[in-house]
Structures are given as structure tokens and as C-alpha cells.
T-cell receptor
Framework: EDQVTQSPEALRLQEGESSSLNCSYT??????LFWYRQDPGKGPEFLFT???AGEEKEKERLKATLTKKESFLHITAPKPEDSATYLC???????????????FGKGTKLSVIP | GAGVSQSPRYKVAKRGQDVALRCDPI?????LFWYQQALGQGPEFLTY????????KSGLPSDRFFAERPEGSVSTLKIQRTQQEDSAVYLC??????????FGPGTRLTVL
């Protein structure tokens, strides 16, 4: 069974204080690892897809990296508008019936204080 | 309209009532997913369509849950005889086969 564990559950940062969020996963063949951002009352907003160990992707103040067991979302010099819940999800190569369903972690709630 | 839309955004039902939740997908995106998100949790998979074919319904929690996508576009998730444990946000997601899923805003269902 695919599993995703995110840590910490919640993180408070001062504006400009860089940090990293962790996503540990077990999956029977990784098709892809996905990062989403979710604001209160809204659906998840796509950020990144990573496919293989060693891959990195960047977008503004965010950088996602991938190893064989975990992924990190690095936030550099965060701003208050980066406050949100960040969700990690995996898709397996062996999902039944050709489904590309995602298995999500519980998320990390990030608060950036001005 | 470039994104996935869902309606209604909020639904309050009395226990035992039937509800229908609608998803209007991104035009041309063949894959459609439904997820359930409980408060403080990540989304959990319910069911998957490729065009009009429901290829995976392994995540539906009971036979009270039913989903359809008859013309391969709009999809409806129906919950019969709602229970309090059905209270959650129901999310619809689309993808161009077979990759990244784009989510709608969700429908928040509250069962009293």
C-alpha cells in the first residue's frame, strides 16, 4: 500500500526565514511525486511534478527535490503570501485499472509571519 | 473558463437525504477523478473516469456512493441516504492523460 508522510504538521516562519518541508513516501514503483499548495476553502493548486531521484524543480521562492525515499520542498526567504498548506502526493506505476490516482499526505501548514 | 468548476460550492443536507455534486471539467481533458477530503486531512481517492468509462471505483466508501460521466465531460457524484460521516469536501480533478491533475474548488458537504 502506498504511503505518504509529511513533516512537520505545522511550521511558523518569520518573513525571510528559509526552511524545508519533508515528504517521505513508500510506493510500489513511482510514477510521479507531486506538490500542491492549498489555501483555506480552495482546491489544491499544482506546483511541481518530480519523476526520478535527483530531479529538482524551481518556481519563484520554492524548490522541490526528490530522492528514492523522500522529497523536500525548500522555501527561500518566504513572504506572508506563501502561507498555506502544502500537500505531497504520489502516483504509482501499478495503480489498478490504469488509474493514476494520487495518494496524499496530510500536509504541512505553513504560516509566514511579517 | 480555463479551470475545473464544481457546484454547488456548499451543500447542507439532513441525514438520510440524497445529494448530487457536479463537476465541470477542463475541455478536452479525458481523465477525471473524485477525491474526498476530511478536515485536516489530505484528499483521498474515490473514483476515476477515462472519458465516459469508470475505470476505477475502488475508493468509494460504500454502495451509497455513485458517480457517472455519461458523455465524457460533466461528471456527477451522488450520495444516497447521507450520513454524518459523509461530511467532507469533495474535490474533482482533471488531467490530460496521464499526468498532472488539476483540482476544482471543491464542494463542502455538511450532513446534519
Amino acid at each position: 500500500e502506498d504511503q505518504v508522510t509529511q513533516s512537520p504538521e505545522a511550521l511558523r516562519l518569520q518573513e525571510g526565514e528559509s526552511s524545508s518541508l519533508n515528504c517521505s513516501y513508500t510506493v510500489s514503483g513511482l510514477r510521479g511525486l507531486f506538490w500542491y499548495r492549498q489555501d483555506p476553502g480552495k482546491g489544491p493548486e499544482f506546483l511541481f511534478t518530480l519523476y526520478s531521484a535527483g530531479e529538482e524543480k524551481e518556481k519563484e521562492r520554492l524548490k522541490a527535490t526528490l530522492t528514492k525515499k523522500e522529497s523536500f520542498l525548500h522555501i527561500t526567504a518566504p513572504k506572508p503570501e506563501d502561507s498555506a498548506t502544502y500537500l505531497c502526493a504520489v502516483a504509482s506505476l501499478y495503480s489498478g485499472a490504469g488509474s493514476y490516482q494520487l495518494t496524499f499526505g496530510k500536509g504541512t501548514k505553513l504560516s509566514v509571519i511579517p | 473558463g480555463a479551470g475545473v468548476s464544481q457546484s454547488p460550492r456548499y451543500k447542507v443536507a439532513k441525514r438520510g437525504q440524497d445529494v448530487a455534486l457536479r463537476c465541470d471539467p477542463i475541455s478536452g481533458h479525458v481523465s477525471l477523478f473524485w477525491y474526498q477530503q476530511a478536515l485536516g486531512q489530505g484528499p483521498e481517492f474515490l473514483t476515476y473516469f477515462q472519458n465516459e468509462a469508470q475505470l476505477d471505483k475502488s475508493g468509494l466508501p460504500s454502495d451509497r456512493f455513485f458517480a457517472e460521466r455519461p458523455e465524457g465531460s460533466v461528471s456527477t457524484l451522488k450520495i444516497q441516504r447521507t450520513q454524518q460521516e459523509d461530511s467532507a469536501v469533495y474535490l474533482c480533478a482533471n488531467s490530460e492523460y496521464p499526468d498532472t491533475q488539476y483540482f476544482g474548488p471543491g464542494t463542502r458537504l455538511t450532513v446534519l
